[in-house]
């Protein structure tokens, strides 16, 4: 019996990785390959404001079937903006909000590792080496906050998708989370927009709590 | 395209594996079903011939209040360029909540526990470990050292006895992991 059980757990974990990867992928190739255009995004701005060096680019991403994981309507759309925030380069923004949409918590939790993986691209392509998350505020390694890699800050998010034993996926079903603080974590923030904001950081203090992004590159 | 199906054989077996947990941890009676341990090094380089000095044992929450104050000590230049840069509302938007607010309703439903570890050589700092412990329910002190005692690099998530690995920050690892690249 319990070798079924494992093979079918197996199976879930593999449908479930399977498709959680699909849509990271989409969002991320949308809008880091060079900004290119897949046929599943349009891009709907570019500017280039005048009065300060700042690149604003805005992508309209159409995502196909993806009602179980981003809980989109057919008709509805993710805009996905990737944009420096500060004169210098030294923060980064990756900024995400669904049409005449109220994102959720588990919106911004989906989207809080695609986010990372683009922004850890975009510096990658950038050459540089560190940066710390200074927003959301509950995630901030600029705070203090330890985690500081891709595959630990996914198990923190969603311990359920990682847990070890087989009797706790009946409680999870029924809805309970197991880590609830995330949630509340996010719920101070605005509602309609989901923001991950990143310092690069050049030279780290040898305390200084940093993301290695050739590390995280291959996570 | 060898390397890549070997990585990947490699990082699948890494994330589903079954983690062995020393007897201490199994046999006794902790009062927590669930709880994962995250484990954070600030520099990466061997901790061999180190001298190691805990500095901070208790609630995450108090170590945050610590570390904010000696970094804005350390950080007040760093942060003086990026306010000229961003412009004050900006700064203030980004920084002001984050190192003046308050952040203790971000953490509650779970208990967060850390462990910090400084070593050093010759008496000059090298590198920290944190011990980050997320736990379902409080975890008595007794507890939490137990955990810090007996683990050494792996991240893991313990339930009901059982534990899987998360990831493991073991340089060995790593660096045979950069290595097929």
Request: proline share 2%; aromatic share 10%; glycine share 4%.
């Amino acid at each position: 019996m319990k070798y079924y059980l494992s093979i079918f757990s197996l199976m879930t974990m593999v449908l479930l990785s399977g498709c959680s990867s699909k849509q990271e992928q989409l969002i991320v190739a949308s809008t880091i390959t060079n900004y290119a255009v897949d046929q599943n995004a349009t891009m709907i701005e570019e500017k280039i404001q005048t009065e300060s060096p700042y690149r604003i680019q805005t992508y309209k991403v159409k995502i196909k079937d993806s009602e179980h994981i981003w809980m989109l309507d057919k008709q509805e759309s993710m805009g996905v903006v990737l944009s420096d925030i500060s004169k210098n380069g030294k923060i980064l923004q990756f900024k995400a909000s669904i049409t005449g949409r109220v994102l959720e918590n588990h919106h911004k939790k989906e989207l809080l590792v695609p986010g990372l993986q683009l922004l850890v691209h975009e510096l990658g392509k950038r050459g540089h080496k560190y940066f710390q998350i200074i927003k959301p505020t509950s995630l901030s390694n600029l705070n203090g906050f330890p985690i500081n890699s891709i595959a630990g800050l996914s198990a923190y998010l969603s311990p359920e998708l990682n847990n070890p034993s087989e009797d706790n996926e009946l409680e999870n079903a029924d809805g309970m989370d197991v880590h609830s603080s995330i949630n509340s974590g996010f719920t101070i923030f605005d509602d309609s927009v989901f923001e991950l904001n990143i310092l690069i950081i050049d030279t780290p203090k040898p305390y200084q709590i940093v993301w290695n992004v050739e590390d995280n590159l291959r996570q | 395209m060898k390397k890549i199906f070997v990585l990947m054989a490699l990082i699948s077996v890494l994330l589903n594996a079954e983690i062995k947990l020393t007897e201490e941890l199994i046999d006794n009676d902790i009062e927590t079903n669930e709880y994962q341990l995250f484990v954070t090094k600030t520099v990466d380089v061997s901790i061999d011939n180190l001298k190691s000095e805990v500095i901070f044992t208790g609630e995450l929450e108090d170590y945050f209040e610590k570390y904010r104050e000696k970094y804005e000590q350390d950080m007040e230049e760093e942060l003086a360029i990026i306010a000229s840069s961003t412009g004050k509302v900006l700064f203030r938007s980004i920084f002001g909540g984050l190192l003046f607010g308050d952040n203790s309703n971000v953490f509650f439903g779970d208990a967060n526990y850390v462990q910090v570890t400084d070593y050093t050589k010759n008496g000059k700092f090298v590198t920290r470990i944190i011990k980050y412990i997320v736990s379902d329910e409080n975890l008595p002190k007794e507890d939490q050292q137990m955990i810090y005692a007996t683990t050494n690099s792996d991240n893991y998530h313990f339930n009901e006895g059982q534990a899987k690995l998360i990831f493991t920050t073991d340089r060995k690892l790593n660096e045979y992991k950069k290595g097929l690249k």
